[in-house]
């Protein structure tokens, strides 16, 4: 099951950015927080009572304006609310009930999303009081915090908990294995791709429609797994995004890269490599799941016997870090190499979950400082003492030292390469803090 959306509405300067922030940095399992398909769109991750949420922040809206900007930002609100299983209707509670505050109430009340209705920047125990007028909002009862303090921030989610239906955290049948994700922009060939994943297996579990009419899952049976495959729509560079149906699509696919273990970025060969699908692949490293690269349409170009080499060192010049994960070279309409999508998916998927046991990582912690010790920084010498696995699904290695803070990033870098030469972790980003030793 998808990890349950939250989005954050409210007027201009009721400090949902404050609100937004607050939950999504003070959780230490945060997975990320980048911008969304606007400027005005962000979107975070984070958990509470042991489930885990993405969250959407908003622009500032304001119902009944005829400014252009702020009609814009309505839509894009109205977008997020739609696509938000529960939305949190922020309240500024230092001013009195206006038209404006009545609008928007019925709104979030039209959309028949559950909802919690917060009182914000009530500082102080002798402020609740002036909360009681929003009761004539008509929408029960409500919370009251304050975002700025972080007061009864944990009152507000308990709230958010009471909204959500028990199965909405549950998987309830345990249907797939592995999800895979097939993400990439629009016209790369990401259905097709799907498609003939489909099609060439024969026991498919039959196809299942996702939340929206532009996202499908399936599920196919691969050596005794079941993986689900999500086919997203198309990502496009944030200015290019134009009307309702896009600009939905766009936050469905940032939704479903949070809920993935693996996904399969499709680019297009005769397009080359661009800066959108950069930043495609950046983002799947940021939330921290297995990526594979494929370069669909390989049959189009005219070749030699170095074009593929050639292929893949121009992408590595322009993104070097990606020679750390695998890249097929693809053609979907001539099934050329198409089942080594799901091979490599399995792959990854076991690298991501790999564990490394503590007595071999200060093995490699003793072999990798003797060959190349951690250099002096600011007149102070710097020993990495011990270290472990501290997580998996991604991989993060906690390593104790005596400075932490002055690690070179290149040292970091030395680090995470002879983890990858010593362990594998190919396709999968990896993640290593640094902490005071005792």
Not at 105 to 121: D, E, F, M, T
Not at 197 to 218: M, W
Not at 371 to 385: D, E, F, H, L, W
Request: glycine share 6%.
């Amino acid at each position: 099951m998808s990890n349950p959306t939250i989005a954050i509405l409210g007027k201009p300067n009721v400090r949902k950015s404050t609100l937004f922030n607050r939950l999504v940095g003070h959780r230490q399992s945060i997975v990320s927080s980048e911008e969304g398909v606007t400027r005005d769109r962000i979107y975070g991750h984070f958990d509470w009572q042991g489930r885990e949420f993405n969250l959407i922040d908003t622009g500032g809206y304001v119902p009944d304006s005829e400014d252009i900007i702020e009609n814009q930002v309505r839509f894009q609100a109205q977008i997020a609310s739609r696509e938000a299983d529960i939305i949190i209707l922020l309240i500024d509670g230092r001013s009195s009930i206006t038209s404006s505050d009545q609008l928007l109430a019925r709104q979030v009340q039209k959309s028949g999303k559950p909802y919690v209705l917060a009182i914000n920047k009530i500082d102080e125990l002798k402020m609740e009081d002036t909360a009681i007028q929003y009761y004539e909002l008509g929408m029960g009862d409500y919370s009251t915090l304050s975002a700025q303090n972080n007061r009864c921030i944990g009152d507000l989610l308990d709230a958010v908990l009471k909204k959500i239906p028990e199965s909405d955290y549950l998987d309830k049948e345990n249907t797939y294995d592995i999800s895979l994700a097939i993400v990439g922009m629009p016209n790369v060939g990401k259905s097709s791709l799907m498609n003939r994943l489909l099609q060439e297996e024969k026991s498919i579990v039959t196809p299942i429609a996702g939340t929206t009419r532009d996202s499908v899952d399936s599920y196919l049976k691969y050596y005794k797994k079941t993986i689900r495959i999500i086919d997203t729509a198309g990502l496009r560079k944030r200015s290019k995004i134009t009307g309702d149906i896009e600009f939905y699509s766009s936050i469905r696919t940032n939704r479903i890269l949070q809920d993935c273990n693996v996904a399969v970025v499709l680019i297009d060969a005769e397009k080359g490599f661009t800066n959108q699908d950069r930043d495609i692949i950046r983002q799947v490293i940021d939330t921290g799941k297995g990526l594979l690269i494929a370069i669909n349409k390989w049959d189009l170009l005219e070749k030699d016997k170095d074009s593929l080499k050639n292929y893949r060192q121009d992408i590595l010049d322009t993104y070097p870090t990606l020679v750390h994960y695998p890249m097929l070279f693809i053609s979907v309409l001539q099934n050329l190499r198409t089942r080594d999508v799901l091979k490599e998916t399995f792959r990854v998927f076991k690298e991501r979950n790999r564990q490394v046991n503590t007595a071999s990582v200060n093995k490699f912690i003793q072999k990798v400082t003797r060959r190349y010790p951690p250099p002096a920084v600011k007149g102070k010498n710097i020993s990495i003492k011990y270290g472990t696995q501290v997580h998996h699904s991604p991989p993060i290695f906690a390593f104790f030292t005596n400075h932490p803070q002055l690690i070179p990033v290149q040292y970091r870098r030395y680090m995470e390469n002879n983890l990858r030469d010593n362990f594998g972790f190919e396709g999968v980003p990896i993640k290593i803090t640094f902490r005071m030793s005792k």
